[in-house]
């Protein structure tokens, strides 16, 4: 069983209201029969769509570690936001025995090589959501790596 970024699938969740569906990921289910459950942390943290981007100065280990915050631009601090939503995903992945998870890389909470850490573009680092279930023995791919 997989978790997978419901924006990766066509489902219009990513914070400008858009999708970031990929064929790629698509086939890769479809060819392997692949149970999967779609995820957006950011909606199940309970954040609207669409909604202002957010960035994570000092990664999603910080956040998880109370140490760093996510800024949503006009909003603020929304750490307790993007916590819940990967509170929730991990919920799933347990309930589900979830051993892999394919996430939306560039994502604050879902990226888990680069990330926002600025408004200006992507560095590198890991997302919130994916950083606590990799701390739970998740593996976490991107769209790029399957």
Do not use: H
């Not at 969740?13 to 692949?34: A, I, W």
């Not at 916590?83 to 560039?106: C, H, N, P």
């Not at 701390?135 to 991107?142: A, D, F, P, T, Y």
Request: aromatic fraction near 4%; hydrophobic fraction near 35%.
């Amino acid at each position: 069983m997989l978790i997978v970024s419901a924006c990766l699938l066509g489902v219009n969740c990513r914070y400008d209201g858009e999708n970031s569906k990929s064929e790629r990921v698509l086939k890769f289910l479809k060819k392997g029969n692949k149970k999967f459950i779609p995820v957006c942390p950011e909606q199940l943290g309970g954040l609207p769509t669409p909604r202002s981007p957010s960035i994570l100065p000092d990664g999603g280990e910080k956040v998880l570690d109370g140490e760093g915050e996510v800024i949503m631009r006009g909003w603020g601090d929304v750490s307790s936001k993007f916590l819940r939503g990967a509170e929730e995903t991990l919920k799933l992945a347990k309930i589900f025995d979830v051993d892999k998870a394919i996430l939306k890389s560039g994502s604050p909470s879902c990226g888990s090589k680069k990330i926002p850490k600025d408004f200006q573009g992507k560095s590198e680092g890991i997302g919130v959501t994916a950083a606590l279930i990799q701390r739970n023995g998740i593996e976490v791919l991107s769209e790029k790596e399957i």
